[in-house]
């Protein structure tokens, strides 16, 4: 597994990847999620270089297939591993976030998606009232920059 540096977008980006394959399917309504969230601008990576994180963590992951060719999308000694690379509490909470964001977009949370939201979630010490908590105060942030740039508009 390539090591990024700690906090670095390309670090929360990975967890972002890891849920839109960990149900064993990439559905494209997790990418149309990510846009409207605007989570690119606020992981602080391009959609070009949110994918090539995605590529890069799938090319991992090959690589640590099992002779058979068994591939685990779920490995909690390389989660585990991952979660030392976002220390920030506050990264930690948008990743959740949007890692909810993506778990959800199909429609259907999977088992798989669970299990990795709620050992993250677990290991990083934040509760849904967490992560709401902290969307609440990011909207009033958006609104309070938007009723600005209007204002100067005026």
């Known amino acids: 597994m390539r090591p990024y540096r700690v906090n670095s977008p390309q670090a929360m980006a990975r967890f972002i990847a890891m849920f839109m394959i960990t149900d064993g399917e990439m559905d494209e309504r997790e990418l149309d999620a990510l846009e409207k969230v605007m989570a690119y601008d606020l992981l602080g990576l391009s959609r070009k270089q949110f994918t090539q994180v995605l590529v890069d963590y799938c090319d991992d992951i090959s690589d640590e297939a099992e002779q058979d060719g068994t591939i685990h999308l779920i490995d909690r000694q390389r ?67 938007a009723a600005q740039a209007q204002n100067a508009l005026d």
């Open 79 to 145: 989660i585990d591993a991952l979660l030392e690379e976002v220390t920030d509490h506050s990264k930690q909470l948008l990743t959740c976030a949007l890692a909810m964001d993506v778990a959800k977009a199909d429609g259907d949370i999977s088992p798989p998606e669970m299990a990795l939201l709620r050992h993250l979630m677990q290991c990083w010490d934040i509760t849904l009232t967490d992560i709401e908590a902290a969307i609440v105060k990011a909207s009033r942030r958006q609104t309070g920059a």
